[in-house]
C-alpha cells in the first residue's frame, strides 16, 4: 500500500501550512492542534496528548500480541526570521520552521494514512510528535511523562533531514550518530569602578581575554575520533554599555561538544578548571551552571539493522556520509529506553543549510520517508 497521488498533494498543503505557523520549543500549543485534528481524521485506536509540555501521541493496534514500534517526530520551529519569499513562508515575526520539523511531522501524518487502512497485524505502532526538540527538553519531558509509560516501546525510530546528501539517500550508521553537547554558562564578578579610575575595580576584562581562546583551544580531532572534543564560544556580555564604568561582572556562554555522554564530563572538567584558575588568579568569584543538555545518541545495532533491511528491501541508496554528525539531537534519550535507530535523510547535495535563514523542507521527502517506515512496520509487525 503506498499514498496515492490526492494524499501526498495533501499532505503538502499541510506540510505548507505548519510551515507558515511556526511556535518555538515549549510553545508548540497551535501546532499540536493541527497535528491532533490531522490524527483524528486518521482514526488512530488511541491518541494522547499533553505528552511533555505539548507531545501529542497516536496508537496504532494489531490484533496479536508483538512489540511496541515508536516512530517519532519533532513539533518545534526556532526563534529565527526566515528570508526568501516562498509562498508558504512563515507568518509569525522572528520564528521558521528552519530545521524541517514540519516535513518530519508530515512523514507521520503520511504514516498515519496508511496505518488507518491498514492496522498492523500484530503489535502496536506509536506515532509520536515530540515537543522541545531545539532545547533537549522535549524527549526528557515526555519519557518522565507518566502516560509514556503505556506506550513504552521496544524500539523507536526516527529521521532528520540532512542536507549536503544527495535528495532521498539516507546516511545511517550503528552507534553514536549524533554528539554530546551541553551550554556552559560562566558569570565571573569582580568591582566596577570609575571609568578614570579603573584600577580601584576589578574588571574582568583580562580574564575573558584569556578565557576565550584557551577554552576554544581544547577543541580537537572531529567526530569520526572517539575523543572528539569541540568547544564553541557563543556569547559574551561585559559590564553595561557605558563610558562612564569600568566593568564588574561578566557573562560568558560556551557549548561543548563530545562524541559521546562519556567524553563530555572529562571536557566539562577541563573547562570548569580552566574557568576557575584564571578567575581566581584574578580576584574573580566564579559561577558555572549548564543548560540545554543533549545526549549523545547511539544507534542500536538491531535496530540500525531493522532500517537498513527496510532501505534495501526498497532500493534506497544508504552510507555512512557526514556521520557521525557534529550537531546534537535529543532522541538519544529515547535509546536509553528501547532499541533506537535514526537515519538522515537526504535533502539535496545544494540544498540551504539547517537552520539557516533560507532553509526549506524538501517537499519530495514526504512520500520517501513515509515508505521508509511503512516498511520497517510492515517487516516488524506484518
Ligand atoms: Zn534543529
Ligand atoms: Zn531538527
Known amino acids: 500500500m503506498t499514498l496515492t497521488?490526492?494524499?501526498?498533494?495533501?499532505?503538502?498543503?499541510?506540510?505548507?501550512?505548519?510551515?507558515?505557523?511556526p511556535e518555538v520549543s515549549g510553545q508548540e500549543q497551535g501546532t499540536a492542534g493541527r497535528i491532533t485534528d490531522a490524527l483524528l481524521g486518521h482514526s488512530p485506536d488511541r491518541l494522547l496528548t499533553g505528552l511533555g509540555g505539548h507531545g501529542v501521541a497516536a496508537v496504532y493496534q494489531g490484533q496479536d500480541y508483538g512489540p511496541t514500534i515508536l516512530f517519532r517526530c519533532e513539533l518545534d520551529a526556532l526563534p529565527i526570521t526566515e528570508q526568501g519569499d516562498l509562498p508558504h513562508r512563515s507568518t509569525v515575526p522572528g520564528t521558521g520552521h528552519l530545521c524541517g520539523h514540519d516535513g518530519h511531522m508530515t512523514v507521520l501524518l503520511a504514516?498515519?494514512?496508511?496505518?488507518?487502512r491498514q492496522r498492523p497485524a500484530r503489535?502496536?505502532?506509536?506515532?509520536?510528535?515530540?515537543?522541545?526538540?531545539?532545547?533537549?527538553?522535549?524527549?526528557?519531558?515526555?519519557?518522565?511523562?507518566p502516560d509514556f509509560e503505556t506506550i513504552s516501546p521496544d524500539y523507536a525510530f526516527a529521521l532528520h533531514n540532512m542536507p549536503g546528501l544527495p535528495l532521498g539517500h539516507v546516511g545511517l550508521i550503528p552507534g553514536p550518530v549524533n554528539c554530546a553537547s551541553r551550554g556552559m554558562a560562566v558569570t565571573l564578578t569582580g568591582k566596577s569602578a570609575h571609568a578614570s579610575e579603573p584600577e580601584n575595580g576589578r574588571s574582568p576584562m583580562h580574564t575573558l581575554a584569556h578565557l576565550m581562546?584557551?577554552?576554544?583551544?581544547?577543541?580537537?580531532?572531529?567526530?569520526?575520533d572517539t575523543d572528539f572534543t569541540l568547544a564553541t564560544v557563543t556569547h559574551v556580555q561585559m559590564g553595561a554599555p557605558a563610558f562612564g564604568i569600568a566593568p564588574g561582572d561578566a557573562t560568558l556562554y560556551v557549548t561543548l561538544r563530545t562524541l559521546t555522554d562519556g567524553g563530555m564530563q572529562a571536557l566539562c572538567d577541563a573547562a570548569t578548571t580552566l574557568v576557575m584558575d584564571t578567575a581566581t588568579a584574578q580576584g574573580l568569584t566564579t559561577e558555572i551552571s549548564y543548560?540545554?543538555?543533549?545526549?549523545?545518541?547511539?544507534?542500536?545495532?538491531?535496530a540500525t539493522l531493522i532500517l537498513r533491511r527496510a532501505l534495501d528491501a526498497l532500493h534506497v541508496?544508504?552510507?555512512?556520509r557526514g556521520l557521525p554528525m557534529r550537531a546534537s539531537e535529543d532522541f538519544g534519550r529515547f535509546g536509553q529506553r528501547a532499541k533506537a535507530a535514526m537515519l538522515f535523510l537526504g535533502a539535496g547535495t545544494a540544498h540551504a543549510a539547517l537552520h539557516n535563514p533560507d532553509y526549506d523542507f524538501p517537499d519530495d521527502l514526504i512520500p520517501i520517508g513515509a515508505r521508509?517506515?511503512?516498511?520497517?512496520?510492515?517487516?516488524?509487525?506484518?
Open 5 to 21: 497521488n490526492a494524499d501526498i498533494t495533501e499532505l503538502t498543503a499541510l506540510r505548507r501550512l505548519l510551515h507558515q505557523h
Open 111 to 116: 504514516l498515519a494514512r496508511l496505518l488507518s
Open 123 to 145: 503489535g502496536r505502532v506509536v506515532l509520536l510528535f515530540q515537543p522541545a526538540e531545539e532545547t533537549g527538553a522535549g524527549a526528557e519531558a515526555v519519557l518522565r511523562n
Open 213 to 224: 581562546p584557551a577554552l576554544t583551544a581544547l577543541s580537537h580531532g572531529t567526530p569520526q
Open 291 to 302: 543548560h540545554d543538555i543533549f545526549a549523545h545518541c547511539e544507534n542500536h545495532p538491531e
Open 317 to 320: 541508496p544508504h552510507n555512512a
Open 372 to 382: 521508509i517506515f511503512h516498511q520497517v512496520a510492515r517487516d516488524m509487525l506484518g
